[in-house]
């Protein structure tokens, strides 16, 4: 860990950035506290931090999950002897000494900032996962508030909204694809990934475009001082991270590369399934001087099928592909202006597309596409006034190309569908903010407040609004607090899906004339109690969401096929509340966390369900987690997970109705359906485990076996419905299940 620059006033102001010493790698998030006079803060998401303390106080304590804490005490001396720029004063590094910190879980205990879930990287490196293939997505899934969709997919419901209301952005830039193989798993490479935030509510002004969660997630810089490298090898998958210096101390690369192959071992088992996913994430980073620093970052992930009938059989003439992808781009400049003020410029860029094609007979083809293409660019700057007082505005513009519906046909099928090249739609989003951090000398009050002006502008409309947010700390001792907080959000793009076609290719679609924007109001209200003897955080909360221009279609409409499916979209209100509970030890040989949930959440449309409330697809009554990790010995290490969730909702059909026909020639059967929604599946449970063998590890090599199995009791989720007959005649829903047990082996290693 190293700083940058130091200065004294009439106070001792220490700024800097807090870097791994191996590394150089930006710590981000790390505490930084005064012991004398309880006064800290932490580093921002670039590593970097101020903090002004009295001068007969002036020592403070490094501390950051996994690293030992380092106390540095200051004293006042004589400007020559040292190599650093001070103001007004000098001071002069005396003792460095090693103590034990603040954990941590107690730095988010004592931060303003509620319904925000800090996830380490080894969470996702040891917990189970299914394949052994470690994922992003899977742990935050058994965050208490976060709801899953279908069994094994990337899909996440949190507080009660929709999937499309999450933002995803990785090094800054957003993602609106999340998932390979249909979401089995998500598109994140672990070695590739240094830091992960969750933010349920009390969103900071500094964000916005989504109304029920914010995922950021940041990218490794490469090392700085060292070449090095990390990867696995897997029964589905194998990955390769590469890092080093560009040159020593002042530049670095990181590039990361993950591989299935699915297709060859169907190959080599003598089936045929021409299917594979890869990514890549690379990243440049390079020190200008001490005060500029220059990251180029980038992701690139494809899912590709292409079937070939010719391969398997002779003369045969249909051909189907399909490809699903992201490709992001973020070039960022941080400066540090001076020991109070830090400034991040960043350029982005995002594309998102999928492309079905499928060929009959060389005469009938058909060929459908979406994409969507973001052009974007944003500038923070955060000023710490004293330690008291810190302020952060910032403004941003980003340019959505979207492309919803790409139709080409050709021969027989031009009967049936069209060929369309659709509309492409721009919009412009653009907002301004402001956030102000401030605590009282003295009080055991802190207030986080902050305000965002956003707009969008689509053809010949424009949407502007005002998105307040506001957090409130209260100390009721030193390891017990209350929080609470409430925060406005709108979103200026919706997904809207298929009701014939169950397909990951739903149409992003932004406002227009008659399609408004969604808008959130949050409140939540939150108790932390910090256990200092085993470094645990117990936390509950209550939350209330209200959303209102949330999206459907019509009954029995077809986007798919439709141009002008805008027609076919309905719009309406949403509400979600529940309580949260949350215990979490991030250290020691034993680490983990237990979450529960109880959450509602209900849809009101006027066209739908006879414009009566109706529950939500994915209103799950009581969701329960429990995650361990246990060292055993220096060689061993056991993981696991037991999760257990109510079932998602679906609409019986319970009876028929008979009429005649039309011609009168015959009867037609009617289905007859209840309330929307009304009928919850079947709950579920699941218990997975993991074994970790390290072998011995040498300076240059480290390698870890891991033994796993998904679902050890193998009691498969329900994953849909389906209407079948009875033996007298009637008719009865089953429920099959998906994704038996699944043993797993893996070999992790780092050189």
Same mark, same amino acid.
């Not at 959505?400 to 009967?415: D, L």
């Given at each position: ?51 002004? $303390? ?45 103590? $034990? ?100 509510? =009390? ?65 080599? $088992?003598?089936?045929?399934?021409? %299917? ?25 992930? /494809? ?33 540090? $202006? ?6 991040? %410029? ?108 956003? =707009? ?24 017990? /607090? ?39 109001? &949050? ?33 029995? =409409? ?24 949350? =215990?979490?030890?991030? &250290?020691?040989?034993? /680490? ?53 969730? /109510? ?105």
């Amino acid at each position: 860990m190293s700083f940058l620059k130091f200065s004294l006033f009439s106070q001792l102001t220490i700024s800097g950035i807090v870097t791994d010493q191996e590394s150089g790698e930006k710590l981000l998030f790390a505490s930084v506290y005064n012991e004398k006079s309880g006064i800290g803060t932490v580093t921002n998401q670039y590593g970097f931090f101020s903090l002004t $303390v009295p001068l007969d106080t002036a020592a403070i304590t490094l501390n950051y999950l996994g690293y030992i804490p380092k106390t540095i005490i200051f004293h006042r001396g004589n400007i020559a002897d040292l190599n650093l720029t001070l103001s007004k004063a000098s001071t002069e590094v005396k003792t460095v000494t090693i103590k $034990v910190s603040r954990t941590p879980q107690e730095e988010i205990h004592k931060s303003t900032q509620m319904s925000t879930i800090k996830i380490p990287i080894k969470d996702v490196k040891y917990i189970p996962s299914l394949g052994g293939e470690s994922d992003v997505i899977k742990v935050i899934q058994l965050m208490p508030g976060v709801q899953k969709g279908g069994e094994g997919g990337t899909g996440m419901y949190v507080r009660g909204g929709d999937v499309d209301q999450n933002l995803v952005i990785l090094d800054e830039a957003p993602l609106y694809n999340i998932g390979h193989l249909f979401g089995f798993f998500s598109v994140f490479n672990q070695d590739a990934i240094k830091d992960i935030t969750l933010y349920k509510g =009390a969103f900071p002004s500094s964000y916005g475009g989504r109304l029920s969660s914010i995922v950021d997630i940041r990218m490794n810089d490469g090392n700085i001082n060292e070449f090095h490298g990390k990867g696995g090898l897997g029964l589905l998958s194998s990955r390769l991270m590469l890092e080093g210096p560009v040159k020593k101390n002042k530049g670095s690369f990181m590039i990361a590369g993950r591989r299935t192959y699915i297709d060859q071992i169907f190959k080599w $088992v003598g089936s045929f399934l021409p %299917y594979y996913f890869y990514d890549i994430n690379a990243k440049f980073n390079y020190k200008i001087n001490n005060n500029n620093h220059l990251y180029i970052s980038s992701y690139i992930g /494809n899912d590709l099928l292409s079937f070939d009938q010719s391969a398997v059989e002779e003369n045969a003439l249909f051909n189907f592909g399909f490809t699903l992808g992201n490709i992001t781009g973020t070039v960022r400049w941080n400066q540090v $202006v001076n020991d109070r003020l830090f400034a991040n %410029y960043s350029l982005i860029h995002t594309n998102f597309d999928y492309n079905i094609n499928s060929e009959y007979d060389n005469l009938n083809e058909l060929y459908i596409s979406s994409a969507i293409n973001d052009y974007g660019g944003k500038a923070d700057w955060e000023f710490h006034k004293n330690q008291n007082h810190t302020f952060k505005y910032g403004l941003m513009s980003i340019f959505h190309q979207f492309r919803p519906n790409i139709v080409n046909s050709q021969g027989e099928v031009t009967e049936y569908v069209e060929s369309d090249k659709g509309e492409t739609l721009g919009t412009l989003e653009s907002g301004v903010y402001f956030q102000n951090r401030y605590r009282p000398d003295s009080s055991k009050w802190e207030f986080r407040s902050g305000i965002r002006l956003s =707009a969008a502008n689509v053809k010949d409309k424009n949407y502007l609004g005002l998105e307040p947010r506001f957090s409130t700390k209260y100390d009721i001792n030193s390891n017990s /607090n209350l929080k609470f907080s409430y925060s406005l959000m709108r979103q200026y793009m919706h997904l809207v899906s298929s009701s014939t076609v169950a397909l990951p290719t739903d149409l992003w679609y932004p406002v227009t004339n008659s399609v408004k924007p969604q808008t959130s109001h &949050q409140v939540a209200a939150g108790y932390s109690y910090f256990l200092q003897k085993i470094k645990t955080q117990l936390s509950i909360e209550s939350y209330y969401k209200f959303m209102q221009n949330l999206t459907e279609y019509r009954e029995g =409409a077809n986007l798919l096929f439709n141009a002008e499916f805008e027609n076919e979209l309905l719009q309406g209100n949403g509400e979600g509340y529940g309580l949260e509970f949350l =215990a979490k030890r991030d &250290q020691g040989r034993w /680490n983990g966390w237990v979450g529960y949930t109880l959450s509602w959440s209900q849809r009101l449309f006027d066209e739908l369900n006879n414009g009566l409330p109706y529950w939500a697809k994915y209103d799950r009554r009581h969701s329960f987690s429990i995650v361990q990790n246990f060292k055993i010995t220096t060689s061993w290490r056991f993981s696991s997970v037991w999760v257990f969730s /109510n079932g998602s909702r679906f609409t019986p059909q319970i009876a028929l109705y008979a009429m005649p026909s039309a011609s009168l020639t015959g009867i037609d059967w009617i289905p007859v359906y209840p309330q929307r929604n009304s009928i919850s599946m079947s709950s579920s449970h699941r218990l997975d485990f993991n074994f970790i063998w390290q072998s011995k590890e040498t300076n240059k090599f480290k390698g870890e076996w891991h033994f796993g199995a998904y679902n050890v009791y193998n009691r498969a989720t329900p994953w849909r419905i389906e209407l079948d007959e009875n033996d007298d005649g009637g008719y009865k829903y089953i429920q099959p299940g998906l994704l038996g047990f699944i043993p797993s082996i893996s070999y992790n290693f780092e050189f």
